[in-house]
């Protein structure tokens, strides 16, 4: 990693990252917590506010 540009490699490897650290959260606080009842709880998980959520919310579903 030089200057201001980071490698499609690097940028891909902080997402994945990124991605595996959300889903490890999301994992966690359903086994401490149960399931789901709304959409909304998931900004209950750590490092989930509202600008993730929104970002979010359209891929997240509930089921009975």
């Known amino acids: 990693y030089s200057g201001m540009s980071a490698s499609y490699s690097r940028i891909n ?3 994945v990252t990124l991605a595996n ?8 606080y359903r086994q401490e917590n149960g ?3 709304a ?5 209950n998980v750590s ?3 509202e ?3 929104e970002n979010i ?3 997240i579903t509930i089921e009975d």
């Open 13 to 15: 490897r902080s997402l």
């Open 21 to 28: 650290t959300l889903a490890a959260a999301i994992v966690q």
């Open 35 to 37: 399931d789901f009842a």
């Open 39 to 43: 959409v909304e709880d998931i900004m």
């Open 47 to 49: 490092g989930i506010g």
């Open 51 to 53: 600008k993730r959520f």
């Open 57 to 59: 919310r359209d891929y």
